[in-house]
């Protein structure tokens, strides 16, 4: 028996983090392309207010400012993906979050239904010192996988502590 339910709850949390950061660099990058796109603006209405001024051939200038602008646009498109990239990265953590959130509350319901009958409480120690032999697992892990095979199962904390003894029992005397 392993740990893998923990594993993955703790890989989303890790992940959690991973997306939280991006989109926070994200959200750096579109504040700078605004930035950048507010300057290029400025530059362009320097050039088209210069050219009112001059009687001269101003194709060049407009040109140059069509540009800035053109480049500006660029800019603030950059700034909005990035800005969306950073909501599905958020959002993304926060389901990771709330999974094992979610986990963690089925858990401790499923223990405040055990925990008035003694028999169901020391089958669930047993069930778990079982896990913690066989995968070398901490005693939360081992209360996290019995929960985690409860859920898969569909049953209570009792049923599963059953199922994992019986499969306990099978693997001894398949070894024997």
Known sequence: MGTKKLDDLDDRERKARIDDE??????DLADE?????????EAADRRSSMLADRPTDPTEERSRATDERSLAAADRARARGDRAA???DRYRADAD???????????????????DNDEVMILLG???GMIMAAGNATPLQALLE??????????????????IARDAKRRRGGES
Request: no cysteine; aromatic share 2%.
């Open 97 to 115: 979050r709330g999974a094992a959130h979610d986990a963690v509350s089925q858990l401790k319901g499923l223990l405040y239904q055990a925990e």
């Open 86 to 88: 950073s909501r599905r």
């Open 22 to 27: 991006r989109a926070a660099t994200r959200d």
């Open 33 to 41: 392309a605004d930035r950048a796109a507010d300057q290029r603006d």
């Open 146 to 163: 019995l929960s985690t095979r409860a859920a898969a199962d569909g049953t209570e904390l009792a049923a599963a502590a059953n199922a």
């Open 126 to 128: 047993q069930a778990q």
